[in-house]
């Protein structure tokens, strides 16, 4: 079945540092890919998406490109700031069928120190 | 607009007892969801529902059931809890099946004694 996989944490940078958090799908078909955030105590926000290959999803200083080749989803942001503090996970849906189902990756959890 | 909402926060609850989580949206989604977060597992499907009346089976339905009487809410309920349930249960909408964002709910923190 699909599934996602993305590297594990915690993760701790330092402010100003660049942050890359890997993402690889499996998938039969063409998925869409999302990142959500989970700040502490809160439920999960939409970070950015890309619904095809070769899409960047982009927000808050955060990009993502959709890798066909390489099945890959790749988190990346030039310099973190202690309120990017959160727990970030990886997805994917495949519709067609799926009713709109989020597969969700583990979760990685940075923190950012000042 | 409150968008999703849910009822409790937390709850502790003895094995063996029951309970039902409430999830309201007011945003006129078609589609809802309930998830559980636990550590290291990242967010799992439990049911979901694309629409009122409707429901169906997630990754991980046992011991759970579901019913979506009106199209805002989604009522989550454990028959019998056991300590395996205790988790961070999260609900989810989705306009219909084009859109792309689940909307969250902020989550219910549920301890099985």
């Known amino acids: 079945g699909d599934s996602v996989t993305q590297m594990e944490g915690p993760v701790t940078l330092s402010e100003e540092a660049f942050l890359t958090i890997n993402c690889t799908y499996t998938?039969?078909?063409?998925?869409?890919l999302f990142w959500y955030v989970q700040y502490p105590g809160e439920g999960l926000q939409l970070l950015l998406k890309a619904t095809k290959a070769d899409d960047k999803g982009s927000n808050k200083g955060f990009e993502a490109t959709y890798r066909k080749e390489t099945t890959s989803f790749h988190l990346e942001k030039g310099s973190v700031q202690v309120s990017d503090s959160a727990v970030y996970f990886c997805?994917?849906?495949?519709?067609?069928?799926?009713?709109?189902?989020?597969?969700f990756g583990k979760g990685t959890k940075l923190s950012v120190k000042p | 607009n409150a968008g999703v909402t849910q009822t409790p926060k937390f709850r502790v609850l003895k094995t063996g007892q029951s309970m039902t989580l409430l999830c309201a949206q007011d945003?006129?989604?078609?589609?809802m969801y309930w998830y559980r977060q636990d550590p290291g597992m990242g967010l799992r499907l439990i049911h979901y529902s694309v629409g009122e009346g409707t429901t169906a089976k997630g990754e991980v339905p046992d011991g759970y059931n579901v019913s979506r009487l009106k199209k805002q809410n989604f009522l989550l309920g454990l028959e019998s809890a056991a300590p395996s349930q205790t988790s961070v249960y999260f609900c989810?909408?989705?306009?219909?099946?084009?859109?792309?964002?689940?909307?969250f709910g902020p989550g219910t923190r549920l301890t099985v004694t």
């Open positions: 998938a039969t078909g063409y998925p869409s």
């Open positions: 945003m006129n989604h078609e589609y």
């Open positions: 997805a994917l849906s495949s519709y067609g069928g799926s009713q709109g189902n989020l597969i």
């Open positions: 989810a909408s989705l306009p219909h099946a084009d859109s792309y964002e689940q909307y």
